[in-house]
Nanobody, 124 residues
Framework: QVQLVESGGGLVQAGGSLRLSCTAS????????MGWFRQAPEKERESVGGISRDGKSTWYEDAVKGRITIARDNAKNTVYLQMNSLKFEDTAVYYC?????????????????WGQGTQVTVSS
């Protein structure tokens, strides 16, 4: 089992920045590729991006590419989502997820463990 806890969400003005963190406990963190997903009200969950288990490869959704960076610190069992130039449409609950394997993976069905989510609200 892996437990994931996100933090860092909040209210930010459009154009601002936020850094989300996701800390894992349980099994060896470096065994898992990590992903970030989001879900806005009345919309389906969508991928934001992901990072390989060794941190050497990343993947970003086109809608956020150039505005976000995903990084991980395996010594701290933590993955980060840095978001810049935030837009109103980035408002959503953001989830981190863990998938056994090298990764990164865009398909949410490959992820085995999920955090409880953290709310990001961007005011226009």
């Amino acid at each position: 089992q892996v437990q994931l806890v996100e933090s860092g969400g909040g209210l930010v003005q459009a154009g601002g920045s936020l850094r989300l963190s996701c800390t894992a406990s349980g099994r060896t963190f470096s065994s898992f590729a990590m992903g970030w997903f989001r879900q806005a009200p009345e919309k389906e969950r969508e991928s934001v991006g992901g990072i390989s288990r060794d941190g050497k490869s990343t993947w970003y959704e086109d809608a956020v590419k150039g505005r976000i960076t995903i990084a991980r610190d395996n010594a701290k069992n933590t993955v980060y989502l840095q978001m810049n130039s935030l837009k109103f449409e980035d408002t959503a609950v953001y989830y981190c997820a863990a998938a056994l394997g090298q990764g990164p993976y865009a398909d949410y069905r490959l992820y085995d463990y999920w955090g409880q989510g953290t709310q990001v609200t961007v005011s226009s």
